[in-house]
């Protein structure tokens, strides 16, 4: 449940909802339903994967970037 700075309406205005909220409330909801080990479940589902072509440095990226775009214009 997250609650709303106005006691009177049911529904809090968007702009004070933050992720932090969000991401408590849907843990607080996992492990209510579903106890420990459905929260790792879905914990580490929600966990963001980077690509290992992200892991290059910047400059890298860009110029395997040009290469395969010159390739393709070959």
Not at 54 to 67: A, C, V
Request: proline share 4%; aromatic share 10%; glycine share 6%.
């Amino acid at each position: 449940f997250i609650p709303c700075s106005d006691g009177q309406s049911t529904r809090c205005p968007a702009n004070e909802i933050n992720a932090k909220q969000i991401w408590s409330a849907l843990k607080q909801s996992v492990l209510n339903n579903f106890g420990d080990t459905g929260w790792v479940a879905v914990g580490l589902s929600l966990t963001a994967k980077t690509p290992a072509a992200y892991q290059d440095s910047y400059e890298n990226f860009l110029q395997t970037s040009t290469l395969e775009i010159e390739a393709l214009q070959d």
